[in-house]
């Protein structure tokens, strides 16, 4: 597995601009594994290794069994270690999963790291295939197929292409201990009854599962890439101090408009729902309308140009 891991950070390029690298470190087989990979690669690599590790604070004694688990760990390799201590649940507010929240705490204290640094996280191919087929399940576009991103920004995932079964082989094949969430175990979340009963039939038709969707995953993100640069440059033309030319948006083809739409929106800060999206593209469509796709912000068509404005008392002034 060290040298598919020393593989995965060759093809994707995940060094290029830094060698100061910390592993977000729950403990778990994954993030022990891709710790002591690192750690054997460390001199190979010509890199700078550390660890942080998040304690969620919502499984009571085994989450401090865990982040006892990880000092005793990091001080045996002598790796620095960073921790953050947090009540999650005080965090989630109306309408919140706790684990999108939790995810918010990780990335934030991520940042709060510094960015001179690239952190290294542990999710996997399995973990990958999970996400594609949860996409799927949702009804999701191109970018729901391109699953997790080997690279983004400052984090980089070297054990994209491994699976989970690799990983465990690895942590017995090197008396590597680590701690298992109790939760995984359980099938009450859609994950979980992917992992635990759909994904094991699928490798009955498929063993190379997780190989075959990684492919598609990666070719599904090279297209993704090529149809966002096209809508991009689409986008530039039709704009003209901060208002967008309804007839040259109309002429495009509603894959690349949609996507133009969804630049636009985030541009201003409008969640971009499938719903916000599509009443975009109709209003430009039809050439008129207005929405109101979140409070205090109107999307409009007016002189046969679209604007964004933030009230609606500024929006009749123009």
């Not at 649940?89 to 690239?118: P, T, W």
């Not at 990983?167 to 969430?181: A, H, K, P, W």
């Not at 208002?243 to 948006?249: C, D, E, G, I, Q």
């Not at 309308?289 to 009230?311: A, E, M, S, W, Y």
């Amino acid at each position: 597995m060290k040298e598919k891991v020393k593989s995965t950070i060759s093809k994707f390029d995940m060094l290029t601009d830094c060698r100061k690298v910390t592993v977000a470190l729950s403990g778990g087989a994954d993030s022990v594994a891709l710790l002591y990979s690192l750690y054997l690669l460390k001199e190979e690599l010509g890199i700078s290794l550390s660890a942080c590790h998040v304690n969620h604070n919502l499984r009571g004694e085994e989450s401090d069994g865990d982040e006892l688990f990880v000092r005793r760990l990091c001080r045996m390799l002598d790796i620095p270690l960073y921790v953050r201590n947090i009540r999650v649940s005080d965090y989630v507010g109306k309408h919140e999963s706790i684990e999108l929240v939790a995810r918010r705490i990780r990335y934030s204290f991520f940042s709060e790291l510094g960015n001179d640094r690239i952190i290294a996280t542990a999710h996997t191919a399995s973990d990958n295939c999970e996400t594609v087929l949860i996409n799927l399940i949702r009804g999701t576009a191109l970018s729901g197929m391109c699953g997790i991103p080997p690279k983004r920004d400052n984090v980089i995932r070297p054990l994209i292409d491994c699976t989970r079964e690799e990983i465990e082989q690895f942590c017995r094949e090197n008396s590597l201990g680590y701690v298992t969430d109790s939760t995984n175990l359980s099938d009450d979340y859609t994950r979980n009854k992917l992992r635990l009963g759909i994904i094991p039939e699928l490798k009955k038709i498929n063993p190379s599962l997780m190989a075959a969707v990684g492919r598609m995953s990666q070719a599904a993100a090279l297209d993704d890439k090529y149809l966002d640069k096209l809508a991009s440059d689409e986008k530039e033309k039709a704009c003209k101090d901060g208002k967008y030319y309804v007839p040259a948006l109309c002429s495009l083809d509603e894959c690349i408009l949609r996507r133009v739409a969804t630049m636009i929106l985030e541009e201003n800060d409008i969640p971009t729902s499938t719903l916000t999206i599509t009443k975009t593209v109709q209003i430009i469509k039809d050439g008129k309308g207005k929405i109101n796709p979140c409070q205090f912000k109107f999307v409009q068509i007016r002189k046969k140009h679209l604007f964004v404005v933030t009230d609606e008392t500024k929006f009749r002034k123009i």
